[in-house]
């Protein structure tokens, strides 16, 4: 049987989601996550116990266990591990994104470095440390612009910021995160660093895409059809296949294209954001994993038999349609996308956003939500009893709602009519608990 390596934190919806993939396909999971080795395995997963912050021991102590336990493929959930996956591919042999692309692509301020010097369009940005006094940018930067952290995702810390007074506010809310016990806990010397960069409008996009040997093979291009204007940048709804007219569609994919090239990645799931405005493509991110949370669900494949023939393949053709972490997987161990093509439907999720903070008590209306033409399923995954936090300073959402449909517009209309059902009954905080986290924060920052 063969064998992947998915390194991941403990907990998580796209770990169970990769189990449930791998026991379709028939390959073993290898877990790698990131806990301490002095417990004996909490989770009964088997996992091997890594420090993400220690990527040379982590590294260290995967190919210990391939030394008995031979690992066919390589696969990264999340940012944090990207590295640590690429380091292992590298030494193993096997196909994979080059450690130092995948240290580019995980650090903003980096990756955008990259960009310019490949003459790609870039926001103008300035570098800070987080501990600096915000009145030295005011000479600086000119409004709009957007204060954000160089190594968080989903728009966690990211705010825009109109004058002067909004960002000092800004800054000193992003500090106040940075320096929180559970980014701190991650011991990463990126988080002593802050972005101001200038606010680029237009419409924004995803494209998840798979390199294979230096080649991309988009499989979706979403539209993110509510404006992400700020003062954050909550991100909802992804419908694909895009609306947009083709000749911008080919633009985004030629800029992802060059963006790829330029950072060094190679081979392997990427996760890209963009906006588009009459000044061209502006490439936000480039991650070197693929989507996150459920948001994997709206996109399913067909394994069309004229393509089987296009490439290489250690496993037997699956029976479509087929998940996105089921295709990752088979890439993992050497089959072609190629021999894959998204399904033909339209297709999109809402990441369904905390309306405020609060203690959640319940959500009503998920079956009324479930009930609404071309939802295909409304997954409520913030538990009653959890502290809801919004963005900037969250990193979750309530959940995700799924509607497939004929075309996109339907497919949008179908997610906004379903989360329309939806109320949630959220108590304020504590007042006690809220002084009493403040304390717990100030005498561990």
């Known amino acids: 049987m063969l064998r992947v390596l998915l390194l991941a934190t403990t907990t998580g919806y796209q770990t169970r989601s990769f189990g449930e993939a791998a026991e379709r396909v028939g390959i073993k999971l290898v877990f790698a996550t990131d806990r301490c080795h002095v417990l004996d395995d909490p989770w009964q997963d088997q996992a091997i116990p890594i420090h993400f912050h220690d990527e040379l021991a982590s590294v260290a102590a995967v190919l210990d266990v391939a030394r008995n336990q031979p690992i066919d493929g390589v696969l990264a959930v999340g940012d ?34 990259c960009l310019r010097a490949a003459g790609l369009p870039a926001p103008a940005f300035i570098r800070t440390p987080i501990t600096a ?12 612009c957007v204060v954000k952290p160089v190594a968080l995702s989903g728009s966690r810390g990211v705010m825009r910021a109109d004058n002067p007074r909004e960002l000092a506010a800004a800054f000193d809310r992003l500090r106040a995160l940075l320096e929180s016990p559970d980014i701190r806990a991650e011991r990463s010397d990126a988080h002593q660093t802050a972005l101001v960069e200038r606010f680029i409008p237009g419409r924004e996009y995803a494209v998840e895409a798979l390199l294979h040997h230096g080649a ?13 204007d700020g003062p954050f940048f909550e991100e909802t709804i992804y419908v694909t296949p895009s609306s947009s007219p083709p000749g911008v569609q080919d ?19 990427i996760h890209a954001e963009c906006r588009v405005n009459d000044e061209g493509v502006f490439v936000l991110e480039i991650a070197a994993r693929p989507i996150g949370g459920l948001c994997a669900r709206a996109l399913r494949f067909d394994a069309d038999p004229a393509r089987q023939a296009s490439g290489p393949a250690r496993l037997p053709p699956p029976e479509s349609p087929i998940t996105l972490e089921e295709l990752l997987l088979r890439h993992a161990v050497g089959d072609a996308p190629a021999r894959y093509a998204r399904e033909s439907s339209a297709s999109g999720v809402m990441m369904i956003p905390i309306p405020r903070r609060g203690v959640l008590r319940r959500v009503d209306g998920i079956d009324a939500a479930r009930r609404v033409t071309h939802t295909v399923d409304v997954r409520v995954t913030a538990k009653p009893d959890q502290m809801l936090v919004p963005l900037p300073e969250g990193s979750s959402y309530l959940g995700f709602i799924f509607a497939r449909a004929s075309t996109p517009q339907t497919v949008e209309r179908s997610l906004r009519n379903a989360h329309a059902r939806l109320t949630f009954a959220i108590d304020a905080e504590f007042p006690v608990l809220r002084a009493t986290q403040s304390r717990y924060n100030q005498g561990h920052g």
Do not use: C, Y
């Open 80 to 113: 944090r591990p990207t590295v640590i996956a690429a380091r292992v591919a590298e030494a193993l042999g096997l196909p994979g994104h080059p450690p130092d692309a995948a240290a580019i692509a995980r650090n903003k301020e980096l990756m955008r470095d």
């Open 133 to 144: 006094n915000p009145a030295w940018l005011l000479s600086q930067v000119s409004f709009p």
């Open 216 to 228: 991309l093979h988009v499989l979706a291009i979403f539209d993110k059809p509510d404006p992400l």
């Open 251 to 269: 633009a985004i994919v030629q800029t992802v294209t060059d963006a790829v090239r330029a950072i060094g990645l190679r081979h392997g799931p």
